[in-house]
C-alpha cells in the first residue's frame, strides 16, 4: 500500500484510491461538490484542487491517484486562493437566498463560502441569469435551478444506480440547468435520495420542507425498519416527534441509499391511535385499565393454570418479526424456559420464505419486517405449526389454548396488510386465553385478554439481524409516551413475576444474556453491531 505525505503527514493509502478517498479515510476533509463515494468520478466542480509536488499546475484530488511518496498540499494559499476562485464562479448567478432556503445548516455552499470564500459579490443582483425555482418533480422532490451548482451528482444517480436516467442538464453556457424532460416528475422508488447527495439547496425534500430547521434536530443512530434488508439509517427528531429518515452510509448493506417507502415508512406511525395503558377483561368479559403489576401478575398465574391442566403443549408464543432481538430472546426465555412452552411462530405470511426475496435489484426485499432472521435464528419457527394457519388450526383443535402474541403493523403497507391482521383475529379468537402486545389499537383487540402496550420502532434500544444475518445496533431516538414499555421490559417484568431472578435492567443486558446463550449470536459485542454491523452464522 502506497505511502504518501498530505498536508506535512505521512499516510497510507489502499491500493487504487485517489487523494480525496485517502484523506477521507485519514480524517481529513477535502472540498468538493461532484466527488461521491458511491458514483462514478466526473471531476467537474474543480473544488477539490490540490498542490502536488513536481507537478506543474494544481490537479484534482478526485482523479489523481495516490502514488508512493507523492507530497501533497491542501491547505497551503495556493490552494486556498485557487478554490476561493471556484466558488467565487460558482456563487456567480446563485441567488443567494440562504435565508429562505431549506437547506441552511447542512449546504455545503453556505459552508465552504465561511471558511474559503468570505468574499464580497462583484455581481450585481440585477445581472444575474435567473433561472427556474420551485419546481414540483414528483411525490418526493422539488427542484431550485438557480441553487445548482451543477455537479451532476442527481444525473450521475439516475443513470448508474437506478438505471433510469430522468435527469440531465439542458441549455448552453450559463443559462445550463439540470432538469427531467417536460418537467416529467420522479416516480421511481428511490427518488428521494437525490435530495441527500445534492450538496446545495436545488433539491429539497417534499415531505421535510420547512417543517423544522436541521439545526434544531437531534439525531439518532438506527435501522430501518421497512424491510429485511435492514438499511442503516438516521432518525432525525425533535420534541418526541421524527422529521425525517436519512441513510448513513454503510458499504455492506445500502451503501448511501434508501428507498422511498422506507424513507417515508415513520409515517405509519401516526397512522393509528396508541395504547396507552394495560388492559385486562374483568369477569364481566369487558376489557379496564390494570396496572403493569396487575397485569403481570395475573398473566402469570392465568399461563401457569392452562400449563398444569393442560400441558407445556397448550402454551404458544407469537412472535413479531418487527420487534428487537432483544425482545424475541425474552419472550421465549418467559414462555419456554420459564413456563415449558414448546410452540413458537412468528410467520403471518411466508415471511421466512420472503425475507430474501429481492423486489428489485438495489436495495428492497417483499419482506417487510426487519428482523426475520432473528426470529428464526432464536428458534421461534415451529415445523409443526408451519406459522399463522398452523396455529389457528391447533387452537381450534383445542391444543393450543392460550397464547402470548406480540403483533406490529408493518410500517410499508401492503394491499394484503389488512387480511393478513385478520388471522391474527381470527387465532386470538380461537383461544380459551389471549395476552397481546401491541403499539396501535385496532378492533380486533377487544376479543384479547390482555392488551399491553409496548413500544413500536424507534422507541426502543436493541439489535436487528437483517437478511443476510447481519446484527445492527438501533438506538431509541423518541419516547413512546403513556404507560408503555419496551417489549423486553415486559417480559422481564413477566419472568420476575413468574420468580425468576430478573438480571436486566437495560436492552444491553438483555443482549450481553442473549450473546452468552444463543449458539447464533454467541461471543459478539455490542460494540460490532455497530457500523457495518456484525454478520452471524
Same mark, same amino acid.
Given at each position: 500500500?502506497?505511502?504518501?505525505?498530505?498536508?506535512?503527514?505521512?499516510?497510507?493509502?489502499?491500493?487504487? #484510491?485517489?487523494?480525496?478517498?485517502?484523506?477521507?479515510?485519514?480524517?481529513?476533509?477535502?472540498?468538493?461538490?461532484?466527488?461521491?463515494?458511491?458514483?462514478?468520478?466526473?471531476?467537474?466542480?474543480?473544488?477539490?484542487?490540490?498542490?502536488?509536488?513536481?507537478?506543474?499546475?494544481?490537479?484534482?484530488?478526485?482523479?489523481?491517484?495516490?502514488?508512493?511518496?507523492?507530497?501533497?498540499?491542501?491547505?497551503?494559499?495556493?490552494?486556498?486562493?485557487?478554490?476561493?476562485?471556484?466558488?467565487?464562479?460558482?456563487?456567480?448567478?446563485?441567488? &443567494?437566498?440562504?435565508?429562505?432556503?431549506?437547506?441552511?445548516?447542512?449546504?455545503?455552499?453556505? %459552508?465552504?463560502?465561511? &471558511?474559503?470564500?468570505? =468574499?464580497?459579490?462583484?455581481?450585481?443582483?440585477?445581472?444575474?441569469?435567473?433561472?427556474?425555482?420551485?419546481?414540483?418533480?414528483?411525490?418526493?422532490?422539488?427542484?431550485?435551478?438557480?441553487?445548482?451548482?451543477?455537479?451532476?451528482?442527481?444525473?450521475?444517480?439516475?443513470?448508474?444506480?437506478?438505471?433510469?436516467?430522468?435527469?440531465?442538464?439542458?441549455?448552453?453556457?450559463? =443559462?445550463?440547468?439540470?432538469?427531467?424532460?417536460?418537467?416529467?416528475?420522479?416516480?421511481?422508488?428511490?427518488?428521494?435520495?437525490?435530495? %441527500?447527495?445534492?450538496?446545495?439547496?436545488?433539491?429539497?425534500?417534499?415531505?421535510?420542507?420547512?417543517?423544522?430547521?436541521? *439545526?434544531?434536530?437531534?439525531?439518532?443512530?438506527?435501522?430501518?425498519?421497512?424491510?429485511?434488508?435492514?438499511?442503516? &439509517?438516521?432518525?432525525?427528531?425533535?420534541?418526541?416527534?421524527?422529521?425525517?429518515?436519512?441513510?448513513?452510509?454503510?458499504?455492506?448493506?445500502?451503501?448511501? *441509499?434508501?428507498?422511498?417507502?422506507?424513507?417515508?415508512?415513520?409515517?405509519?406511525?401516526?397512522?393509528?391511535?396508541?395504547? =396507552?395503558?394495560?388492559?385486562?377483561?374483568?369477569?364481566?368479559?369487558? #376489557?379496564?385499565?390494570?396496572?403493569?403489576?396487575?397485569?403481570?401478575?395475573?398473566?402469570?398465574?392465568?399461563?401457569?393454570?392452562?400449563?398444569?391442566?393442560?400441558?407445556?403443549?397448550?402454551? /404458544?408464543?407469537?412472535?413479531?418479526?418487527?420487534?428487537?432481538?432483544?425482545?424475541?430472546?425474552?419472550?421465549?426465555?418467559?414462555?419456554?424456559?420459564?413456563?415449558?412452552?414448546?410452540?413458537?411462530?412468528?410467520?403471518?405470511?411466508?415471511?421466512?420464505?420472503?425475507?430474501?426475496?429481492?423486489?428489485? #435489484?438495489? /436495495?428492497?426485499?417483499?419482506?417487510? =419486517?426487519?428482523?426475520?432472521?432473528?426470529?428464526?435464528?432464536?428458534?421461534?419457527?415451529?415445523?409443526?405449526?408451519?406459522?399463522?394457519?398452523?396455529?389457528?388450526?391447533?387452537?381450534?383443535?383445542?391444543?393450543?389454548?392460550?397464547?402470548?402474541? $406480540?403483533?406490529?403493523?408493518?410500517?410499508?403497507?401492503?394491499?394484503?396488510?389488512?387480511?393478513?391482521?385478520?388471522?391474527?383475529?381470527?387465532?386470538? %379468537?380461537?383461544?380459551?386465553?389471549? $395476552?397481546?402486545?401491541?403499539?396501535?389499537?385496532?378492533? *380486533?383487540?377487544?376479543?384479547?385478554?390482555?392488551?399491553?402496550?409496548?413500544?413500536? *420502532?424507534?422507541?426502543?434500544?436493541?439489535?436487528?439481524?437483517?437478511?443476510?444475518?447481519?446484527? #445492527?445496533?438501533?438506538?431509541?431516538?423518541?419516547?413512546?409516551?403513556? %404507560?408503555?414499555?419496551?417489549?423486553?421490559?415486559?417480559?422481564?417484568?413477566?419472568?420476575?413475576?413468574?420468580?425468576?431472578?430478573?438480571?436486566?435492567?437495560?436492552?444491553?443486558?438483555?443482549?450481553?444474556?442473549?450473546?452468552?446463550?444463543?449458539?447464533?449470536?454467541?461471543?459478539?459485542?455490542?460494540?460490532?453491531?455497530?457500523?457495518?454491523?456484525?454478520? &452471524?452464522?
Amino acid at each position: 500500500m502506497p505511502k504518501f505525505t498530505l498536508n506535512g503527514r505521512e499516510v497510507e493509502a489502499r491500493n487504487g #484510491q485517489t487523494i480525496i478517498q485517502a484523506a477521507e479515510d485519514h480524517g481529513i476533509e477535502i472540498p468538493h461538490y461532484c466527488y461521491h463515494p458511491d458514483l462514478s468520478i466526473d471531476g467537474n466542480c474543480r473544488m477539490c484542487l490540490v498542490d502536488v509536488e513536481k507537478m506543474p499546475k494544481l490537479t484534482p484530488a478526485c482523479t489523481t491517484m495516490v502514488n508512493e511518496g507523492m507530497v501533497v498540499h491542501s491547505d497551503n494559499e495556493r490552494v486556498k486562493e485557487a478554490v476561493r476562485g471556484v466558488l467565487e464562479f460558482l456563487l456567480i448567478n446563485h441567488p &443567494v437566498d440562504c435565508p429562505v432556503c431549506d437547506q441552511a445548516g447542512e449546504c455545503r455552499l453556505q %459552508d465552504y463560502y465561511m &471558511v474559503y470564500g468570505l =468574499h464580497t459579490s462583484e455581481i450585481p443582483l440585477a445581472m444575474k441569469v435567473r433561472k427556474r425555482k420551485v419546481i414540483d418533480l414528483g411525490p418526493m422532490v422539488v427542484l431550485d435551478q438557480e441553487r445548482c451548482v451543477l455537479c451532476s451528482r442527481c444525473i450521475r444517480f439516475f443513470e448508474e444506480v437506478t438505471e433510469t436516467g430522468e435527469m440531465q442538464f439542458f441549455g448552453r453556457g450559463d =443559462h445550463v440547468a439540470i432538469g427531467t424532460f417536460e418537467d416529467a416528475p420522479l416516480d421511481n422508488p428511490y427518488s428521494g435520495n437525490v435530495v %441527500d447527495i445534492c450538496p446545495v439547496g436545488a433539491l429539497t425534500s417534499r415531505d421535510f420542507r420547512f417543517k423544522c430547521r436541521v *439545526w434544531f434536530l437531534h439525531a439518532t443512530d438506527s435501522v430501518c425498519g421497512g424491510c429485511s434488508t435492514g438499511c442503516t &439509517v438516521r432518525i432525525d427528531h425533535r420534541d418526541g416527534a421524527i422529521f425525517r429518515l436519512i441513510p448513513r452510509r454503510n458499504p455492506k448493506v445500502n451503501r448511501s *441509499w434508501l428507498c422511498d417507502e422506507g424513507r417515508l415508512s415513520f409515517h405509519e406511525l401516526n397512522n393509528a391511535r396508541r395504547i =396507552h395503558r394495560p388492559l385486562m377483561k374483568g369477569r364481566d368479559g369487558v #376489557q379496564a385499565p390494570v396496572t403493569w403489576e396487575e397485569a403481570a401478575r395475573s398473566i402469570d398465574s392465568r399461563l401457569k393454570e392452562i400449563r398444569d391442566a393442560s400441558g407445556a403443549g397448550s402454551l /404458544l408464543g407469537f412472535a413479531s418479526p418487527s420487534t428487537t432481538n432483544e425482545a424475541l430472546f425474552l419472550l421465549k426465555k418467559y414462555l419456554g424456559d420459564q413456563l415449558g412452552a414448546t410452540q413458537f411462530d412468528f410467520r403471518v405470511d411466508s415471511e421466512d420464505k420472503n425475507l430474501a426475496e429481492e423486489e428489485d #435489484q438495489i /436495495l428492497r426485499h417483499f419482506d417487510k =419486517h426487519p428482523n426475520s432472521m432473528g426470529a428464526i435464528k432464536l428458534g421461534l419457527m415451529s415445523e409443526e405449526l408451519g406459522g399463522i394457519e398452523g396455529a389457528i388450526k391447533a387452537a381450534r383443535e383445542r391444543r393450543i389454548k392460550a397464547a402470548v402474541v $406480540v403483533y406490529f403493523k408493518p410500517l410499508v403497507r401492503r394491499p394484503n396488510d389488512e387480511e393478513v391482521e385478520g388471522r391474527i383475529f381470527e387465532l386470538i %379468537d380461537e383461544l380459551e386465553y389471549s $395476552v397481546v402486545l401491541a403499539a396501535h389499537e385496532a378492533d *380486533w383487540q377487544a376479543a384479547a385478554s390482555v392488551v399491553l402496550p409496548v413500544a413500536a *420502532w424507534s422507541e426502543e434500544d436493541g439489535t436487528y439481524t437483517n437478511f443476510e444475518g447481519r446484527v #445492527q445496533l438501533a438506538g431509541k431516538a423518541i419516547e413512546p409516551g403513556g %404507560d408503555t414499555l419496551a417489549v423486553w421490559e415486559v417480559f422481564a417484568m413477566l419472568l420476575q413475576a413468574s420468580g425468576a431472578e430478573s438480571l436486566w435492567m437495560s436492552a444491553e443486558d438483555v443482549f450481553a444474556t442473549m450473546t452468552e446463550s444463543v449458539a447464533a449470536y454467541r461471543g459478539i459485542t455490542l460494540d460490532q453491531t455497530r457500523l457495518p454491523g456484525v454478520v &452471524v452464522g
